[in-house]
């Protein structure tokens, strides 16, 4: 599954694939490598394989139509395909609204927009990274097109309530249409489309945060929601999504999902368990932290630390050389040198913003890795701060000013 003597806790960047997933996949990689679109005996097996998939996607969410689920190669291609279509599909209204802790493949998507004339209100967060309800009523306008709002933030593990928000927006105006990012969220905690989540429009995933391999996500649109194709040519998905099916990633796409569901209670039992306990040995070990997030409903396995004084490079080079597999934020970014846009809106301080760590766990992180970590996570952030021009040593205190 793993390196030997590896850690890892970047889980909400990618997931190992599990085993149970690749023997599912292994066939149609193999023997049953045909092209759904052809119409000789072994391509409708092979086509009756990705529809019994579909169809066992669409339960997983509670949905009875499984057409409503549209295979796509990633959440990224999911959200912008949500994104850009609902604006083709609706020319009359242009009025977006979004909140400021996005995943750049919907912030970037709406700057796009911003630039073709599109109108977009950015929500903002409190410390806690909650959304004011009463600042995204008051965004809501006679010409909103649509609503863009993350279903969990993939730094901090906040849970946003797209339940209630996009009852919000049907009840002021069932022509608005509302899209949740799932990523974080879909294999961490229930989704139910059909109940809680019954007025959400659209919503994307994407396989490799649950297991799965990359190069597999999903859109899905509700019937009758106005979306123009986003990808053109073939007919493939109805002709909402062209281009060949990737039936060996969407059959094991299929077989994580299934996974996830057996394994809720654990993510949210034993998974949280592991998390909290780093939570509160940080809290105990290491002056001057911040937890972030913590005030707001969090994904069962997702912890985002702030030590002030310290840089989150340096840091990662510290993990890394202990085998510690962490990240500085959302994968997408790590590239880039500026600070985190969530820890930004979220008002974190100065001194602390540059030192975020997340850590992010799976089924598969166990207490014995979480025990090394917390042994040695103390001592790194000792080591940086000896040298960081931002710590006093004589204090051991962020040094004043």
Not at 9 to 34: C, H, K, Q, R, S
Not at 344 to 373: C, H, L, W
Request: overall charge neutral.
């Amino acid at each position: 599954m793993k390196p030997m003597n590896i850690i890892y806790v970047d889980n909400n960047a990618t997931t190992p694939i599990a085993p149970e997933v690749v023997e599912a996949m292994m066939p149609f990689l193999t023997t049953d490598y045909f092209n759904t679109s052809s119409m000789y005996e072994p391509a409708k097996r092979t086509a009756a394989a990705m529809a019994r998939a579909r169809t066992d996607i669409a339960r997983h969410f509670g949905l009875k139509d499984p057409r409503e689920i549209i295979f796509t190669g990633c959440a990224t291609e999911s959200n912008n395909a949500a994104i850009f279509g609902a604006v083709r599909a609706n020319p009359n209204r242009r009025h977006i609204i979004t909140s400021s802790v996005e995943h750049p493949a919907v912030l970037g998507v709406c700057k796009e927009l911003e630039r073709e004339g599109c109108e977009v209100t950015y929500l903002g967060v409190d410390r806690n990274g909650n959304l004011d309800a009463g600042e995204f009523i008051r965004a809501l306008r006679a010409d909103t097109l649509l609503v863009a709002v993350m279903h969990a933030n993939n730094e901090t593990g906040v849970i946003f309530p797209i339940g209630q928000l996009s009852r919000i927006v049907k009840e002021t105006d069932p022509a608005i249409i509302f899209h949740a990012d799932a990523t974080q969220s879909v294999g961490k905690i229930k989704i139910d489309l059909a109940g809680e989540l019954q007025y959400v429009d659209m919503l994307s995933f994407s396989g490799h945060k649950l297991h799965a391999p990359k190069g597999v996500g999903a859109l899905y649109v509700k019937r009758g929601t106005r979306c123009r194709p986003f990808m053109i040519g073939g007919h493939q998905e109805e002709g909402r999504r062209a281009g060949t099916e990737n039936v060996p990633y969407i059959v094991g796409l299929a077989r994580a999902l299934q996974l996830a569901a057996e394994s809720f209670d654990d993510e949210n039992t034993r998974v949280r368990g592991l998390r909290d306990r780093l939570e509160r040995a940080i809290e105990e070990r290491v002056p001057y932290v911040e937890i972030n997030g913590r005030g707001a409903p969090r994904l069962p396995n997702t912890l985002n630390v702030s030590c002030h004084g310290v840089e989150g490079e340096s840091m990662l080079a510290q993990l890394d050389a202990f085998g510690i597999c962490a990240s500085s934020g959302s994968a997408c970014t790590s590239g880039s040198l500026e600070p985190s846009h969530v820890l930004r809106a979220m008002k974190i301080p100065e001194a602390a913003v540059q030192g975020s760590i997340r850590f992010s766990f799976s089924r598969y992180n166990t207490e014995s890795e979480v025990d090394r970590i917390i042994e040695a996570f103390p001592e790194m952030v000792a080591n940086v701060r000896r040298i960081s021009p931002f710590w006093d040593q004589e204090r051991n205190a962020p040094r004043l000013g």
